[in-house]
């Protein structure tokens, strides 16, 4: 029988606030264990939560990037459990009013065609700290830097069908949250998890199957993994003629399989209630419009405007649009050259530049290279100063430091020789070291041009003007 | 001799020098030093650090920079957190807590050169009307050291009747200011819901708690009220609505204003003895030109219900921080997690405490919150519309603190129904957020009753001028136990 996936995400996105959602201690990643927990975040008692404005700023902004309703009220609640991560014993979220409401955004599938997956909600929480198991010896330790830190939970509608549809909507978000500023979307610092709720049924039906939830998501190749290693086992348990229990499953990577963690009856009872210290949260049609004003071009229309106003290819579009920063740079680069050259800087920033930076795990902003300085070896190409083979060994020498693309040329002497005196004394001794090709040439084999043109270029250090070469060669042979 | 002053008095003197704060500190130290062994009305006394407090504010008042709380002691209820003293709570659970920080209340207090005499006894966690759930022992009433000064602000009304503090602060989550100022017969105000920040007390029922004052008159409450009201940002439901001149309003007329007085308070319950206080009570305030209207708060006989399923529900989230991982209490043996849990929190809180967490836990449980917990938000709501339709017609609401005086210590503390009905009178003005004050109006069985004063929203100033406007034509706020008049050398 054939098989219909279906799956629902809840991605939970760190927010990049400063400081944390209800108090004023800094959300900064990597600091010494419990040096970042004020006594709002060790839940001491007396103190209060204070809801913390930009945290709901770039909520809303999402809400608007995903073109949905934006709640004028919205509620926090707690939702309470004791875990010795969770201080007060309960975590601030908002359950039955969250901030925003209904939206959607659209993927493309692997068949080039678009298609667009519902946003059921996205709704403002604070995380919990840390369990730390090692260095402890039979006992647990417990971190609460990150208590408290915001989050923004986007969950979906159950639209995606295959785990490949559920990464590229995943990818589709993660890169929407860092272009509208409002998380560095960093998975191995825990800002961007994910949380798969799985089911199958027999293509066709219209009832939902019962649903597996998969915990402990951190990476798209994880994703993908444990939803197609849960899909494989739902389908055997139903094909061996049992049925799938409603329970929460963790992903285990070191073993790559998914197993149960607590069933629909172990679940808690969460107890929610509207947080009595916190009051409503108000989105007026200003506050809408000032974050509306924060919101920059967003993916898909920087997609659009790439496209048309640089003439490029669509897979270098989907490379250079990829993330803001990389699209900043190639239209800085661009405004540097004057407007022209769109397809060179293309080039050169999705080859020499983009390897470069992978080779040393730079991020764009910490690139070595500054568009300015790019865009100075680029006008060097563009007036025939250098080659564009000499320029790969000139944009090395800036990578390692050695200064701008001019001062580099002018130290290493690498101007191309195009002073037509001094290239056709070259030309007549490559012409003379040469007699059996020429003969050759001559005889009709014209292929063998190449050859004497790189001998000329071999003589001059590749500092030859390569079409100029080629003319006197011709003119000389003929 | 009375040993008992007003913080109005006390303020004069110190500013025309007839008397220092370290005189008045001793004094109020010895007195609790010698006495309270009889009542048991404080937790912590900080003898060491009043002193050195009240030598700052002396050296203030000298520089000419005191104001008109500066020198003055006073206590604080134990559940405002004060730094580097003990902040108990009345549980075994914080019995060694010192807390990092100070209150907002306690703060302000400090700030305007207050002197912290000590901490005093309560209900534990201000979950009780009798201040016999504490784990530090009850307070006795200095009326009739046999019976319970009300609570859960026992120990500060207590310490204040009997003049081993000039006032003290309280907290008031459905009665726990005004029915120990009934019961001891001294002055008891608790703002509108949010006039004070409640950042630093440790919280009960957040939606119901707010912080007050137990004093020997309204002009002290007025004098300690703007002190202590006003914005504060680390708490959300902190207001922003302005500080009114309190003491400036205490002297306006009450010429033609109206009073309502509820019907249903009257219905039954309240003795013949009690219901005539009352009445006197009216006339004299008609003798001030006040008007007298009989009103309706149909929804109040939802009060009690209602009160009981919201406060626990909050109190069972709010309490669940005290689980013994960082602080307070932490039972020794446990082995695991769950153990450790289940340990601390049983040994680390009383009965009442338990029996209030467990029917918060219960209302808000899935399939009995819309039963219990949405229908008393509901409840809620109408309690609320019926105060604010009778605020459109009169300016203040009269009637009853409590339905009885003081209660024999143990008894009641077995039967919670009959505990939790003596706070009938008062919960209503929790669930509606309102400003509420008690003062005395006489004597039941030679013990004192209260006559309550409720105001609208943000009405305090309102309530301070009739409660002033009442004590300046009567003495019932005057009068003191013996103990009051018991020096101590």
């Not at chain 1, 991560?85 to 068949?111: C, M, N, R, T, W």
């Not at chain 1, 860092?178 to 798969?196: H, V």
């Not at chain 2, 759930?133 to 009300?150: A, I, K, L």
């Not at chain 2, 019926?386 to 609401?397: A, G, K, L, W």
Request: include cysteine.
């Amino acid at each position: 029988m054939p098989w219909e996936t279906v799956i629902g995400l809840e991605i939970h996105t760190q927010l990049a606030t400063r400081s944390k959602i209800f108090s004023g201690a800094s959300t900064a990643y990597g600091a010494a264990p419990n040096t970042q927990a004020c006594l709002v975040d060790l839940g001491y008692p007396g103190v209060l939560p204070v809801l913390n404005l930009a945290a709901v700023e770039m909520a809303v902004r999402f809400g608007l990037a995903i073109d949905a309703e934006i709640a004028p009220r919205s509620v926090f609640a707690r939702k309470n459990y004791f875990y010795p991560d969770l201080p007060k014993g309960y975590q601030i979220s908002q359950y039955e009013l969250p901030i925003v409401g209904a939206g959607h955004i659209s993927i493309v599938l692997e068949d080039g065609t678009e298609k667009t997956i519902g946003v059921t909600r996205a709704h403002l929480e604070e995380d919990a700290g840390k369990s730390v198991h090692e260095n402890f010896d039979n006992a647990t330790g417990i971190d609460l830097n990150r208590a408290g830190t915001p989050l923004l939970e986007i969950v979906s509608e159950p639209d995606l069908r295959s785990a490949k549809e559920a990464i590229a909507y995943m990818r589709k978000i993660h890169q929407l949250v860092r272009y509208i500023g409002i998380s560095d979307g960093n998975m191995q610092e825990g800002s961007f998890r994910c949380d798969a709720n799985v089911s199958v049924r027999p293509l066709g039906q219209a009832k939902l199957g019962t649903r597996a939830e998969l915990k402990n998501l951190n990476s798209f190749r994880f994703v993908e993994r444990a939803i197609n290693i849960e899909v494989e086992r739902q389908i055997g348990v139903i094909e061996d003629g049992g049925d799938v229990v409603q329970e929460t499953r963790l992903y285990d990577s070191d073993r790559d399989e998914t197993r149960s963690m607590r069933s629909k009856e172990e679940a808690n009872d969460y107890r929610y209630f509207p947080d009595p210290d916190l009051l409503p949260v108000e989105i007026d049609a200003d506050f809408l419009e000032r974050a509306r004003k924060l919101l920059p071009e967003l993916p898909d229309a920087k997609r659009e405007r790439f496209t048309a106003q640089y003439g490029l290819k669509q897979d270098d579009v989907t490379i250079l649009t990829g993330n803001r920063d990389t699209a900043d740079f190639y239209e800085r680069l661009v405004a540097e050259l004057g407007g022209g050259d769109s397809r060179l800087a293309a080039n050169w920033v999705i080859g020499e530049l983009l390897a470069a930076l992978n080779r040393d795990g730079l991020e764009i902003e910490a690139s070595k290279v500054s568009a300015e300085a790019l865009a100075g070896l680029l006008r060097r190409i563009g007036d025939n100063t250098i080659s564009g083979k000499i320029a790969k060994d000139v944009f090395e020498a800036m990578w390692q430091g050695e200064g701008t693309a001019d001062a580099i040329i002018e130290r290493r002497s690498l101007k191309q020789i195009s002073d037509s005196g001094e290239l056709e004394k070259i030309v007549a001794q490559v012409i003379a070291d040469n007699p059996e090709q020429v003969q050759q040439y001559r005889d009709g084999k014209t292929k063998v041009l190449g050859f004497l043109v790189g001998q000329a270029m071999k003589a001059t250090q590749g500092k030859a003007n390569p079409g100029q070469v080629n003319q006197l060669l011709r003119d000389k042979l003929a | 001799m009375s040993q008992r002053q007003t913080i109005a008095e006390l303020g004069a003197a110190l500013r025309d020098g007839s008397t220092s704060s370290r005189e008045l500190t001793e004094r109020y130290l010895a007195r609790i030093a010698a006495l309270d062994e009889r009542l048991n009305s404080f937790i912590t006394v900080t003898g060491e650090q009043a002193l050195a407090a009240a030598d700052a504010a002396d050296a203030r008042l000298a520089a000419g920079n005191g104001g008109p709380l500066t020198g003055i002691p006073l206590a604080h209820k134990d559940i405002f957190c004060t730094s580097g003293v003990l902040t108990t709570c009345g549980s075994r659970m914080l019995e060694n807590f010192e807390s990092p920080y100070d209150a907002a209340v306690v703060e302000r207090l400090a700030a305007a050169g207050m002197v912290m005499l000590g901490k005093t006894n309560m209900d534990e966690f201000a979950m009780g009307s009798s201040n016999e759930t504490s784990f530090f022992g009850p307070v006795m009433n200095p009326w009739d050291t046999d019976r319970t000064p009300g609570g859960s602000s026992g120990g500060s009304a207590a310490a204040v009747a009997a003049g081993l503090a000039p006032v003290a602060t309280g907290t008031d989550t459905g009665g726990s200011i005004r029915q120990p100022a009934a019961l001891t017969g001294i002055t008891g105000f608790k703002p509108t819901y949010g006039r004070v920040s409640r950042y630093g007390m440790i919280a009960f029922a957040s939606s119901l708690d707010q912080a007050g004052t137990l004093t020997l008159t309204a002009e002290d409450a007025a004098l300690m009220m703007q002190a202590m009201a006003g914005f504060d940002a680390r708490d959300s439901t902190c207001a922003q609505a302005s500080v009114p001149d309190y003491r400036a309003a205490l002297s306006a007329s009450l010429e033609g204003k109206r009073i309502g007085v509820p019907k249903e308070f009257f219905d039954g319950g309240l003795d013949a003895v009690h219901t005539q206080r009352l009445r006197d009570a009216f006339a004299v305030m008609e003798s001030l030109g006040a008007v007298i209207e009989e009103i309706s708060l149909p929804n109040l006989g939802a009060s009690v219900p209602t009160y009981y399923i919201v406060a626990p529900a909050e109190c069972s989230s709010n309490l669940s921080r005290f689980d013994g991982v960082r602080f307070g209490y932490r039972h020794e043996h446990a082995t695991d997690l769950e153990t450790l849990y289940k340990r601390t929190r049983k040994d680390g809180f009383g009965s009442e405490v338990k029996r209030r967490i467990m029917t918060g836990t219960y209302v808000l449980s899935a399939g009995y919150y819309d039963a219990y917990y949405l229908q008393a938000q509901k409840a809620r709501q109408l309690i609320a519309e019926d105060f604010s339709r009778c605020f459109e017609r009169v300016d203040i609401i009269a009637g009853p603190t409590t339905p009885t005086p003081a209660f024999r210590l143990g008894e009641k503390l077995d039967d919670p129904l009959q505990m939790y009905l003596n706070d009938i009178f008062t919960i209503g003005v929790n669930l509606a957020g309102l400003p509420g004050l008690s003062t005395p109006c006489g004597f039941v069985d030679e013990l004192p009753v209260g006559l309550q004063l409720i105001g609208p929203q943000f009405g305090e100033a309102t309530v301070l001028n009739f409660a002033h406007q009442y004590q300046s034509r009567t003495d019932w706020h005057l009068r003191e136990p013996p103990l009051a008049e018991e020096v101590a050398d």
